[in-house]
């Protein structure tokens, strides 16, 4: 679906884009400096996030250069088991670090980003992909254009259709897709243990009406035992406050489990564009019994709301092996680049950045599945 065939579309772009009127970006994403503002293009808004100088340690969702370099650097850690590849990788990312910098990308304009690590691309046609690109180098004419989060199970139409107006495709790493519409994937033996545990397990299940104003700190404690405990501080740093308004506005759908106690121990928080259901908020007490599933749980709620839904659920990266257990399908994710009116130095270090990731990064995310 088209962002001009939802009738809801203006508005959740406003009430999104008010959110940072009302609130300052670091208030709301910890690790975050950036300006959130709206772009109209052929009638139809976007919230775009509009960044003039590269921030060091600015997270990933705003900042290339982060996602690319440092990010790419923490990702390393798959493979503490065998040093010697770990070590040419990380080798190998240092040494592009001077040609990351050439890229000027620090001054960057993202189209439609929602804040999130996925955010589901809209459909788009070729005039409507030139007309974006026009409508953001009128306003902002010195900054890189962004679009992330294109995949090729997804976006292959949108992609042709960026290229032709020319972007350059940047691959960022692979990600798993479960479709949920016409033609769903076949229940999986993993798939039905997971619905049997729902139907057994003795946690309370917390539908999106049920969250309750303490419940939002609880809530960003569980993604902060996940996400940047286990894994990196390099994810974005949600606020209770950022969960609470997103959840308010109706931008953010909630779901999670509580104990006897009545205290939450895990919830996940989707987000849903067109057919495109994303779930960027995922957390669960990482201290308690892993026998209890409760990652299991939360995935499972995505994928029954995406299969009773007729959606694509768009899983990110990361746990390559559990999700192809439950259906889900390997795509390599892009980043779409429009960088024609920057400097001769600009634009040839990008085209380097693109040719090094598509000949050497591709093959490394498909052999490993990052």
Same mark, same amino acid.
């Given at each position: 679906m088209?962002p001009?065939?939802d ?15 009302r609130n300052?970006?670091d208030?709301m994403?910890?690790n975050?400096?950036t ?5 109209d ?6 919230p775009v996030?509009i ?5 060091p340690?600015n997270?990933?969702?705003c ?8 990010y790419?650097?923490e ?15 990380i080798?190998?990312?240092k040494a592009?670090?001077p040609l990351l910098r050439a ?5 960057v304009?993202?189209v439609?980003?929602w804040l999130?690590?996925?955010n589901?691309a809209p459909?788009?046609t070729g005039?409507h992909a030139?007309a974006?690109?026009?409508?953001v180098l009128?306003?902002?004419p ?7 989060? *294109?995949?090729?199970h997804?976006d &292959?139409?949108?992609?042709? %259709?960026?290229? /032709?107006a +020319?972007?350059?495709?940047?691959p $960022?790493?692979q ?7 016409k033609?769903p994937?076949?229940d ?10 729902m139907?057994?397990t ?8 049920g ?7 609880r ?7 996940l ?5 990196t ?10 969960l609470?308004?997103?959840?308010k506005?109706g931008?953010l759908h ?6 006897g106690?009545g205290?939450?121990?895990a919830v ?10 994303t ?7 990482t201290?308690r019994?892993?026998?209890?599933? *409760?990652?299991?749980?939360?995935? &499972?709620?995505a994928?029954? %709301?995406?299969? /009773?839904? +007729?959606?694509?659920?768009?899983? $990110? ?6 999700k192809r ?7 390599i994710?892009?980043?779409?680049v429009y960088?024609r ?11 380097g ?11 490394l ?6």
């Open positions: 088209t001009e065939a009738p809801a579309w203006s508005a959740k772009v406003a009430e999104f884009v008010d959110m940072f009127t300052s970006p208030e994403v910890l975050l400096t300006r959130i503002e709206q772009l293009v052929a009638g139809i808004p976007y996030s960044n003039d100088a590269r921030s340690g997270c990933y969702i900042d290339p250069v982060t996602g690319y370099l440092d790419a650097l990702e390393t850690r798959n493979f503490t088991e065998q040093p010697l590849l770990r070590g040419g990788l080798g190998l990312i592009v670090g890229t000027g990308l620090g001054r304009v993202h439609n980003n999130f690590s996925t589901p459909a788009m005039a030139a974006l690109r026009d409508g009128h306003r902002y010195t900054h890189a254009v962004v679009i992330r989060s *294109l995949n090729t997804s &292959a139409s949108a992609m042709k %259709a960026l290229v /032709a +020319g972007f350059q495709l940047l $960022s790493r990600i798993y897709i479960f479709n949920g519409g033609t994937p076949r999986s033996v993993d798939l039905k243990r997971d619905r049997a545990l139907a057994k003795p946690l309370d299940h917390v539908p999106n009406s969250f309750e104003d303490a419940d939002y700190t809530a960003i404690e569980l993604y902060d035992m996400y940047l405990e286990k894994y501080p390099l994810n974005p740093q949600y606020s209770p406050r950022y609470s308004q997103m959840h506005a931008l909630l779901e999670g489990y509580r104990d106690a205290q939450l121990v996940g928080g989707r987000f849903q564009m067109g057919q495109t259901l779930q960027p908020i995922v957390g669960y007490d201290r019994p892993r026998k209890e599933g *409760l990652y299991r749980l939360i995935t &499972a709620l994928q029954n %709301a995406a299969l /009773a839904e +007729g959606l694509v659920f768009n899983m $990110s990266a990361g746990a390559a092996g559990f257990h439950r259906g889900a399908v390997p795509a994710e892009f980043s779409a960088a009116h920057l400097g001769a130095r600009n634009r040839a270090a990008i085209w950045l693109a040719s090094l990731l598509t000949r050497i990064g591709v093959p995310l498909k052999r490993f599945e990052l």
